[in-house]
């Protein structure tokens, strides 16, 4: 077994060899070994040997194979006195690397959901991980998956990456290049409640992701493409190290605030427990407040005054924090009333609306910030409780009973607090459906 063979202690040379770290002694003094992370995960897969020196490491991936992640603790746990508890909770995430396609994480996730209905961003593949506990996978954050581990045992997670970099190109004139990828690990501890809120620890590396065996392929032409250089061009890039640390994150860095790519709206909710509280911090930029806010639910937090935020916080974050929670009570952009049309047809329920039967429907609010076809649809989805992908198409029932169908235009042009009555017409499809308004 190679890996029980391998000490967490054997994995220090290959770290301080990067660039990263800048160290210059080969040794390990007790100073050193006292600034080095609590934390090391290290990647399973080589590095590219195309990487100049003090630049960050690139590793290629293949689409849906499993990799190893070693998830490794630097000190022995006695002299570990952060943690106090057994097990940590880690959060792993694949979040863009480019701030380009940060700033329209939502538009490129909603595409890729539609263009890949049904699968994930990122998996665990549980079968072949080792030491981790109560793995979970959100089926509204597609690029996370959260586990248990404990520091003193040997724990491997083994994740598969199921989206492709060239996926968020844009296709100009084709073979574009892919945009690289983070994969990120953050590394939780218990609250004296017992919830995994207080963070301990944050690292990522950067990848590519390629059809299956195109990384091997991308591996080798890199191979290739070094060998042809002089000595003295090869003496600017680093080697290709066989496995791949994932370099601790800095909160403090822009660099690596890195958001989620779902949920696109995430707004703190009444019912957030006090671990989701501490999440939305951590993920929200807030996280040297997670200490003061660690014993307050959503509900505390969205009781709190401008004045309490700025009088805990001070003034810039303070407002920022107030606006942050408190964005999700901004008046939407527009109000529709829907309902499902009942099992007799549309002109008797409308006879029978006007003359004054109220019991025959119930209509629910929808409220729409974007004012696209595809907002109304998922909120229609959300709110009978199906998949998007079984809605094909939404139609607008015109004049003489002809159906128009619904543009984004359109839906930018529905008169405020509109009521409108759905029905279903088949799709081509036995799984797919149309929606007719």
């Known amino acids: 077994d190679l ?15 990067l660039p990263i770290f800048k ?9 050193n070994d006292a600034k080095l ?4 995960y290290v990647l399973c897969t080589a590095t590219s040997p195309a990487v100049k020196l003090h630049e960050e490491t690139l590793t290629y991936l293949n689409q849906g194979q499993s990799y190893e992640i070693r998830l490794l603790e630097n000190r022995k746990l006695g002299e570990f006195q952060d943690l106090n508890t057994k ?3 880690s959060i792993i995430r694949v979040v863009f690397h480019d701030r380009r396609l940060q700033y329209t994480e939502h538009q490129q996730l909603e595409g890729w959901r539609w263009s890949r209905p049904g699968d994930r961003i990122l998996d665990i593949d549980i079968p072949l991980s080792v030491g981790i506990l109560d793995p979970r996978a959100s089926p509204t954050q597609l690029n996370t998956v ?6 003193s045992k040997r724990a491997s997670a083994f994740i598969q990456v199921h989206c492709i970099s060239t996926e968020f190109t844009p296709r100009k004139h084709g073979g574009e290049k892919g945009v690289p990828f983070r994969v990120q690990i ?3 501890k218990q609250n004296e409640n017992g919830e995994y809120t207080e963070h301990l620890h944050s690292a990522s ?3 590519k992701v390629f059809k299956p065996k195109g990384a091997d392929r991308k591996q080798k032409t890199d191979r290739e493409k070094m060998e042809k250089k002089t000595t003295q061009e090869k003496e600017k890039y680093q080697p290709s190290y066989e496995t791949t640390i994932l370099t601790e994150v800095n909160n403090s860095s822009p660099t690596h605030q890195m958001e989620l790519l779902p949920p696109s709206n995430d707004h703190l909710l009444p019912s957030a427990s006090i671990q989701d509280a501490q999440q939305w911090l951590h993920r929200n930029r807030f996280s040297p407040f997670c200490r003061l806010f660690s014993s307050f639910s959503g509900a505390d937090l ?11 916080c001070g003034p810039a974050d303070g407002i920022r924090l107030f606006n942050a929670i408190k964005g999700r009570n901004v008046r939407p952009k527009m109000t529709i009333y829907v309902c499902q049309e009942p099992e007799q047809n549309r002109s008797h329920l409308h006879q029978k609306r006007e003359n004054g039967d109220g019991s025959l429907c119930v209509y629910h609010a929808i409220f729409l910030e974007e004012l696209t076809t595809l907002e109304l649809l998922e909120k229609i989805a959300n709110l009978y409780s199906i998949s998007p992908q079984q809605i094909n198409r939404i139609y607008r029932q015109g004049p003489t009973g002809i159906h128009v169908l619904v543009s984004n235009e359109m839906v930018q042009n529905f008169q405020d607090e509109s009521c409108f009555v759905i029905s279903t017409l088949k799709g081509v499809y036995c799984y797919c459906c149309h929606l007719l308004l």
């Open 3 to 17: 890996f029980s063979s391998v000490k967490p202690q054997a994995f220090r040379e290959d770290v301080l060899a």
């Open 23 to 31: 160290q210059e002694e080969p040794q390990l003094s007790p100073e």
């Open 37 to 40: 992370p609590p934390f090391q």
């Open 87 to 89: 097990y940590v909770k």
């Open 146 to 151: 959260e586990f248990l581990w404990d520091p």
């Open 186 to 188: 953050d590394t939780f």
């Open 205 to 207: 590396c950067q990848i």
């Open 302 to 312: 969205l009781k709190m005054s401008k004045e309490d935020f700025v009088q805990i």
